[in-house]
C-alpha cells in the first residue's frame, strides 16, 4: 500500500506550494485565486515528478528498482527471490515505453508512475487494464489503478514521443534493427492474469451449482478481457487529440468491462454461504498482507493523509518540493512558440487549469478497502467513472485551445512535448 501513500504525499505538496512559492511567481504567469491559485501553479506546472519521478516507489529497494528498470530480462531481477509482482510490472512496462524512446537509451523516463510502470507504453495506454480490475476486486488491491491520473493526461498533452518513435511501435522491423515492441505484442502480453478461477475454487470449495456460477463468473470475465483488448490501438496517435481519445476508449471498455462482470459476480457471492464469503474476502487481506511484507511502511506519505498534517514542518517534504518545481508546464514556451493571441491565450488558460484540477479529483488520499468484491467492484467503477469525467473535461478543453489555431500552430503544439522529452 505504500505506492498509494506516495501518491497521497503528491498530494501535501498543494499546501507547500501556497506556504513557500514566492510571490513573483504568481505575478509573472497572472495567476488568481490567492493561495489555491499560486498551489495550482506550483504543482500544475509541474509534471508532477513527486509522481512521476520523485515519489517514493512502491517498488523498495536500489537494487531491485535498477534491475527491474534496466536489465533487458525482467526476471532476472528476482532471480533467487520471491515473486514480486510489482518488479516484473515495472520491468515489463519499462522494456515496452522506454525501447522506443530516445532510440532505447535512456534507464527511465519523466511520465513513469511511483511504482515504476509507466501508464503510456509507446501508443498504449493503460497496458496491465486486465490485471488492475482482477487485483482490485479480488484481491482487494488497487494500488496500481490509483496510480493513473494526472500524470497520464499531461503526457498525453505533452507526448514524449516524437512520430518517428512512435511508428516504431507499427511499423516492421528487420532482423537487425533495435526491438520495438508492437503494439499487438504490449496489448497481449500485457493482460494475462485475470480471474484466479482455480485459487477462488480452492478457497470456498463450491458445491455443482457454486461452480456453475463461478464458471459464468469466469466467461464474463473472459469477454471483460476481449472488450477491454478491442480498445487498444490499432495505430499510434498523433496528435493530443487523438491520445486523450484513445484514453477515453480505453477507460470507458474498463467501465463497460465492469458493468459486464457485475451480475455474475453478484450471482455467484449471493450463492455463498456466510463461511465462504468470509473465505473468499480472506484472499485480499492475505495478498495485503503478503505485499505488506515487503513493502516497508512510509510514515511521512501516511502522515500526509492526516488532517492536520502541515507540510511546512516536514524537511523530507521541503526538498520534494524542490525538486517538484525543476520541471514546469512549458507554458511561456507555448505561448511564444505558436505566437498566440489574446483569445487563445485565454483558451490555453482554461485547458491548464482543467487538467491541473484533475490532480485534484484524481490524487485523493487512498480510502479504506472495502470488504468484499461486490463493493470493491464498485469503488473501481466509481474511481473509473471520475477518470473518464476528467479526461473528457480536458479533450473538450484541448478542441477549445486549438479550434482557431492554423496547422502550422498544430504542429508546433505537438513538437513540444518530444522536444522537452530529449
Not at 498504449?124 to 476486486?137: C, E, G, S
Not at 512512435?166 to 534493427?177: H, K, V
Not at 457485475?262 to 480472506?282: H, I, W
Request: proline share 6%; aromatic share 6%.
Amino acid at each position: 500500500m505504500s505506492g498509494r501513500m506516495g501518491l497521497a504525499l503528491a498530494g501535501a505538496t498543494l499546501l507547500i506550494a501556497a506556504v513557500l512559492l514566492p510571490n513573483t511567481a504568481q505575478a509573472q504567469f497572472g495567476l488568481r485565486g490567492g493561495p489555491l491559485g499560486v498551489a495550482r501553479f506550483a504543482v500544475g506546472h509541474v509534471i508532477g515528478l513527486s509522481r512521476l519521478r520523485h515519489a517514493r516507489m512502491a517498488v523498495r529497494g536500489g537494487r531491485y528498482r535498477s534491475a527491474a528498470l534496466r536489465s533487458q530480462d525482467p526476471r532476472g531481477a528476482e532471480r533467487g527471490q520471491p515473486a514480486n509482482p510489482y518488479i516484473l510490472r515495472a520491468a515489463l512496462t519499462a522494456q515496452a515505453a522506454l525501447s522506443g524512446w530516445r532510440g532505447g537509451r535512456s534507464p527511465q523516463g519523466w511520465w513513469r508512475h511511483p511504482d515504476g510502470s509507466y501508464g503510456w507504453a509507446g501508443p498504449v495506454f493503460w497496458p496491465f487494464a486486465y490485471d488492475d480490475l482482477a487485483n482490485a476486486v479480488i484481491f482487494g488491491d488497487s494500488t496500481s489503478l490509483s496510480l493513473y491520473g494526472y500524470g497520464d493526461i499531461y503526457a498525453a498533452l505533452f507526448s514524449p514521443y516524437a512520430a518517428t518513435e512512435l511508428a516504431a511501435y507499427t511499423a516492421p522491423q528487420g532482423r537487425r534493427a533495435r526491438k520495438v515492441p508492437s503494439l499487438e505484442s504490449i496489448c497481449d502480453a500485457s493482460d494475462t492474469g485475470g480471474l484466479p478461477v482455480d485459487r477462488i475454487a480452492a478457497t470456498v470449495a463450491p458445491n455443482e451449482l457454486q461452480r456453475v456460477a463461478l464458471d459464468e463468473l469466469a466467461a464474463a470475465w473472459n469477454a471483460a478481457r476481449d472488450t477491454i483488448r478491442t480498445a487498444c490501438p490499432a495505430q499510434a496517435p498523433a496528435t493530443a487529440s487523438e491520445r486523450l481519445g484513445l484514453m477515453r476508449e480505453r477507460i470507458a471498455a474498463m467501465i463497460k468491462a465492469t458493468d459486464a462482470i457485475e451480475a455474475p459476480l453478484a450471482k455467484f457471492a449471493a450463492l455463498l454461504s456466510d463461511d465462504q464469503k468470509a473465505r473468499l474476502n480472506a484472499l485480499a487481506n492475505d495478498r495485503r498482507a503478503a505485499m505488506a511484507s515487503r513493502q516497508p511502511k512510509d510514515a511521512q506519505a501516511a502522515a500526509a493523509c492526516q488532517p492536520d498534517y502541515d507540510p511546512r514542518y516536514d524537511e523530507k517534504a521541503q526538498r520534494q518540493y524542490e525538486q517538484l518545481v525543476q520541471q514546469q508546464w512549458p507554458a511561456d514556451e507555448i505561448a511564444s512558440t505558436l505566437r498566440l493571441d489574446e483569445i487563445a491565450r485565454a483558451r490555453f488558460e482554461v485547458l491548464q487549469d482543467t487538467t491541473l484540477r484533475t490532480m485534484e479529483t484524481l490524487s485523493a488520499c487512498p480510502a479504506e478497502v472495502a470488504a468484499t468484491p461486490l463493493a470493491r467492484l464498485a469503488a473501481v467503477k466509481a474511481r473509473l467513472a471520475t477518470m473518464l469525467q476528467a479526461v473528457n473535461g480536458v479533450a473538450d478543453a484541448v478542441d477549445d485551445f486549438e479550434a482557431d489555431l492554423s496547422d502550422e500552430q498544430k504542429a508546433r503544439f505537438e513538437a513540444i512535448g518530444p522536444k522537452r522529452g530529449a
